[in-house]
């Protein structure tokens, strides 16, 4: 079995921070959001990963490299924004004739038995309850927990069980072969060619499908969200302190993750903060934030504030959203 990960996406609603770092690169409760995607799959027997990358490409593959030097990694390119199912169409020359996939959208964190969806007879797809389904791939089902029918953001939903873009799939050489039917026809939705509609005519070519329930999906695409989601999986999880006893004259307030190497002083963190490795903070309170790794912070109160990495701050404030290699003097 192969995993499937696509990370092409170019992240607009969290810059500026993706202008210089990819969205799956950006640390939530100390990891980033793509360890944690790799590591939930890894965890339950997958070594054979592909990575759709485009924008910022090269630091998605060098990260990988580095950390997942054991894992038989592929790249491939996706030039062209054109849906997530013509991302995956681009994977068909790495993928064996009817070997099973698992597919997990790059920003798709979600808790689930990977295991169990790994083992099932069956296709399976992941969805969740949700108060407005319109903005979302939509499944339709029945009593015995087959899906009937998907709908990519429909404007009359009828259902409430939004996909959440983990895809598992059994018969690859019928998915391979509706998005070809799809990209050859010009049937876009949205503009784009969409895996929701390659998936809807694998069911009109008789391919079963069942649903799961994933327990929590965390929302990463927005940062009131990202920040919400860290502060969720802190608690839940808790956090990883390296090197606290060194911390001079420094409160924690849990639930926080601080990254090898940091250098802080005279501060006050927490709750729920994420720092990133080789950060150094002085004279600095920060609560409910999310800070990269290389940044020094100096007398500065954050609060709801997504820090990028390589960043310099000094001076006082209470909100921020800066993106990567910024210097800012508020004194």
Known sequence: MKAIIPVAGAGTKLRPHT??????????????ILSIIVDQLHDAGVTDFIFIVGYLGDKIQDYVKAKYPHHNNYFVYQNERNGTG????LTKQIVNRDEELIIVLGDTIAEYNVREVLDAPHSMLGVKKVDDPR?????EVDDEHNITRVVEKPA?????LALVGIYKIKETSI????????????EKTNEEFTLTDALECMIQQGAKFKYFKVQNWFDCGRKETLLESNATMLKKFGG??????????????????IGEGCDIKNSVIGPNVSIGEHTVLNYTIIKESIVGSFSKLYDVV?????????????GETRSLNIGDDTDIDLG
Request: charged residues 20%.
């Open 86 to 89: 013509y991302a995956i169409d």
């Open 135 to 139: 903005n979302f791939g939509v499944a």
């Open 302 to 314: 954050l609060d709801e504030s997504l820090i990028g990495s390589d960043t310099g701050i000094k």
């Open 19 to 32: 202008y210089t770092q990819p969205k799956a690169l950006i640390p939530l409760a100390g990891k980033t």
């Open 175 to 186: 998915l391979f072969s509706c998005i070809k039917k799809i990209i050859e026809q010009g």
């Open 240 to 257: 990883t302190i390296f090197g606290q006893e060194k911390f001079e004259n420094t409160i924690i307030i849990p639930p926080v993750s």
């Open 156 to 160: 009359i939903p009828k259902s409430n």
